[in-house]
């Protein structure tokens, strides 16, 4: 009995000062209903992805969801924290209690309000994600983290500062066509090959341009079970997924082979009985420019070492075989972390049902959603297909 998502609801990424997490939670719980077609009475449950952590004073905030309808009143509601996998264990959770029978009906909201703190703030605050006995080491919260992830890629596969670079003016590009994100500009290739003031080193050899953007934002979906689906207009199953935690220490272990990813998308398309081949895009978790390039490798579409050949053949681009992150990615979209992994999935089933307006790629048919937290320690990956 899979769940499916019957509607979505998502808010533009940014700097919204105008408004609250609270404000951000209930107007993407509003749109989600809305669109599906359901009141609030009809809900069976709600999940909140949110990471929080110090972002807003507002830790307590799976019951905000409530504020969206006056029939959501009395429904259960849970938050969840997975680090940036916040949202992606929200969905899990609300797909696990419709796929039981315990639900019919269940709401999914992801949400972040990061941009109230300083830049520090937020370094620190999602520094609190690494292991605490390893804090400050290496330096600079996880841009250098996964600095020391590229470093350690480089010294192996040799120099790929310019394939970052591709990567980060690629997802910029795509980025122009979603109203939903936060930086809607082409910067091209030559802007984020190059350090300048504009784009200074952030923890060499990671730019300005190859590290995601702090964001306030909101995405909802409403999910329902399989038989229920068929009463709604649109249905995007979840066909597989796939969740491998990794353990949280970097010490022995080896970060840059992307192990948890990888193994995450072998089950996940194993379960789906497809190959990565079959899948029509998408979307990944490029927090770091670095972790889109390890992404091609570990979903399979190249060796390791050799992922640079997916853009330089074409593969990953809009027009390309197999396209990754049309929406413009965390890198150009935002992150807002608690809600990524709930746009991800919100933004892959408008694909699959032809209504994602500027971003739409011709007749999609399967998607593949790949949502981490930490450096490669909770690694979610769902492959979607339309049901009607």
């Not at 992805?49 to 849970?78: H, V």
């Not at 066909?239 to 935690?245: D, L, P, S």
Request: aromatic share 6%; glycine share 12%.
């Amino acid at each position: 009995m899979r769940a499916s998502i019957i509607g979505w609801g998502h808010l533009p990424f940014g700097r919204l000062d105008a408004l609250r997490l609270e404000d951000l939670i209930a107007q993407a719980a509003a749109q989600a209903l809305q669109h599906a077609g359901v009141a609030g009475a009809d809900i069976d449950g709600v999940w909140l992805g949110n990471l929080n952590g110090g972002f807003t004073p507002d830790i307590f905030a799976a019951s905000l969801a409530l504020q969206a309808d006056a029939g959501l009143r009395w429904k259960p509601a849970t938050r969840l924290e997975n680090a940036c996998a916040s949202g992606s264990a929200a969905l899990y959770a609300a797909c696990d209690a419709v796929e039981s029978g315990r639900a019919r009906l269940a709401l999914v909201v992801g949400a972040e309000k990061m941009t109230a703190v300083s830049g520090a703030e937020v370094t620190r605050i999602l520094g609190q994600c690494a292991y605490s006995g390893e804090a400050g080491n290496p330096p600079g919260g996880f841009p250098g983290i996964f600095a020391q992830v590229a470093r350690t890629y480089f010294e192996r596969h040799g120099d790929h500062s310019a394939t970052l670079a591709r990567i980060a003016a690629k997802n910029h590009a795509n980025g122009v066509l979603n109203p939903y994100a936060q930086m809607r500009r082409d910067l091209g290739f030559e802007f984020c090959n190059t350090v300048s003031e504009k784009n200074p080193m952030i923890a060499a050899p990671l730019r300005k341009t190859d590290c995601s953007l702090v964001s306030d934002g909101a995405a909802a979906v409403v999910i329902a079970r399989e038989d229920v689906a068929q009463g709604f207009p649109r249905a995007v199953a979840l066909r597989a997924r796939a969740q491998v935690n990794d353990v949280l220490p970097l010490a022995g272990r080896d970060v840059a082979g992307f192990e948890g990813p990888r193994r995450a998308w072998q089950q996940a398309l194993q379960a789906a009985g497809c190959t990565v081949d079959d899948l029509s895009f998408a979307e990944v978790h490029d927090c770091f420019t670095i972790a889109e390039l390890l992404s091609y490798e570990a979903m399979g579409l190249a060796p390791a070492g050799q992922g640079a050949r997916v853009l330089e053949d074409g593969t990953v681009m809009r027009d390309g075989r197999l396209p990754v992150n049309v929406s413009g990615g965390l890198k150009a979209k935002g992150h807002p972390v608690g809600a990524t992994g709930v746009s991800m999935h919100a933004i892959s089933a408008m694909q699959l049902c032809g209504e994602a307006g500027d971003m739409q790629l011709p007749s999609p048919r399967l998607a593949g959603v790949f949502n981490m937290g930490g450096a490669a320690v909770a690694n979610y990956v769902s492959i979607l297909e339309r049901v009607r």
